[in-house]
């Protein structure tokens, strides 16, 4: 079962939405475009809810950071 773990929001007409995960973002789909074996999926983010206040881990440039909610990278 995919939400067999965690404790999810699921109200009727929306994305299920992990509740004590750091951030959630609602969006909604703009297009969709097909690449080979891909989906491109653009999208329009129409809310954010901030969760639990810890730290996240986040990777680019090829490396791991851990950024908090006040925004200073670690």
Avoid at 31 to 60: F, K, N, Q, W
Wanted: aromatic share 6%; charged share 20%.
């Amino acid at each position: 079962e995919r939400f067999g773990h965690g404790i999810w929001d699921e109200a009727p007409g929306e994305a299920p939405a992990l509740l004590d995960s750091i951030v959630n973002f609602l969006c909604r789909v703009e297009s969709i475009t097909e690449s080979s074996t891909h989906s491109i999926v653009i999208a329009r983010v129409v809310d954010v809810h901030m969760g639990c206040g810890e730290a996240a881990l986040l990777y680019g440039a090829r490396q791991y950071r851990s950024v908090s909610l006040s925004g200073s990278p670690s």
